[in-house]
């Protein structure tokens, strides 16, 4: 058999989902979060609620989503998706609403939104996307920058004792009683992506259920601010950040995972 | 039995060659073309076509979803005991 007589229509298993726009993803090469955008979009197709979903970017390169996702999405100020969110859900009660935030956004300047917002328990998602930098601004220490790790302000790596250690954001909001489920994923394998897909689902459908608020960090490469090939990003995150910040279930219909 | 056979088609102009898809595939169908696409970038070809099943997981990975994938069942002769 040719591969041309493959090549057919109903032939076809996968391909780009019709939310995305058709605007070229303007990410560096390798970025984890063209994949991000792709899953919450296949998410959002494959559950039928393009209509019904409202995403909030705020500022960093997870802004440029708004650009690619082709649904209701507005920006917020710099750190106040949560805040944005809140607006939104209870205005609309029955919309899904999500943020898409980078670490710099959601774990330095957005801390008392986040915080306050997952305290309070909305009925939203919340995507964390960390990788360890500020990556749009050209790579400056971020508060989950790791230990040693250089970055255009740490030049000799991140020293614990006048920049303390990396924020673990994701297992503080853990403990907040109106938190209902909490997981760290990641997606430099296609295991890994598929188990981020599975989690992104049934995040929205807590929100369907009305459960409260369901948050998911995803651990990402910045090659560019690492200043590494993809692959070789990719298998640095797996050699460092992994032992820091473990992947898996935080907590699960709001019982805390030991 | 029958047999799966897959392919794959990159979309060279968003194809950004950055390699993701190459660890991810166990059967080491896909390369990195000399050819250059118009942003400069070396995209992804089937430098062993024979080899796919179309399992998807490059598709998966892909970051700019560059890659669309075909699969399908081949009949093939009963063993013969």
């Known amino acids: 058999m040719e591969v041309l007589d493959i090549i057919k229509p109903e032939n076809q298993v996968f391909c780009k989902s019709h939310l995305m726009t058709d605007t070229p993803l303007s990410y560096c090469p390798g970025c984890g979060h063209g994949t991000a955008n792709n899953l919450i979009m296949e998410v959002i197709d494959e559950m039928g609620i393009s209509e019904d979903t409202i995403g909030v970017a705020p500022v960093g390169c997870s802004v440029l989503a708004y650009d690619f996702m082709n649904i209701d999405m507005t920006q917020a100020a710099h750190g106040r998706a949560p805040a ?40 939203i998602v919340i995507f964390f996307i960390n ?45 907040l009683p109106g938190v209902y489920s909490v997981s760290r994923h990641a997606l430099h394998t296609h295991k890994h992506v598929r188990k ?9 459908e807590n929100t369907r ?33 992994f032992p820091y910040f473990p992947l898996g279930d935080i907590k699960v219909e709001n019982k805390l995972k030991v | 039995m029958a047999k799966v056979r897959g392919a794959i088609v990159v979309d060279t102009q968003v194809c950004k060659g950055c390699e993701v898809c190459i660890p991810v595939c166990q059967e080491n ?22 080899a796919c099943n179309g399992c998807t997981n490059c598709g998966t990975v892909c970051p700019d979803r560059a890659i669309t994938v075909y699969r399908v069942k081949v009949a093939t002769e009963p063993l013969k005991h």
């Open chain 1, 84 to 123: 944005v969110a809140t607006a939104i859900v209870r205005t609309w009660p029955e919309k899904y609403v999500f943020t898409y935030q980078g670490d710099g956004d959601l774990a330095a300047i957005g801390t008392a939104e986040t915080i306050h917002a997952c305290n309070r328990g909305e009925n």
């Open chain 1, 131 to 175: 990788n360890g930098i500020y990556g749009m601004t050209g790579g400056q220490m971020a508060p989950t920058t790791l230990e040693g790790m250089k970055s255009s302000t740490s030049p000799y790596g991140r020293e614990i004792a006048t920049m303390g250690s990396p924020l673990k954001i994701t297992e503080l909001i853990a403990n």
């Open chain 1, 196 to 204: 981020a897909k599975i989690a992104i689902r049934r995040a929205f």
């Open chain 1, 209 to 241: 259920l009305k459960k409260g608020l369901s948050f998911i960090e995803i651990l990402s490469n910045c090659n560019s601010g690492w200043k590494m090939t993809p692959n070789d990003a990719n298998d640095w995150m797996v050699e460092n950040m």
């Open chain 2, 29 to 50: 169908v896909i390369g990195m073309s000399n050819d250059i696409n118009r942003k400069g970038y070396h995209y992804a070809y089937m430098k062993n076509p024979d």
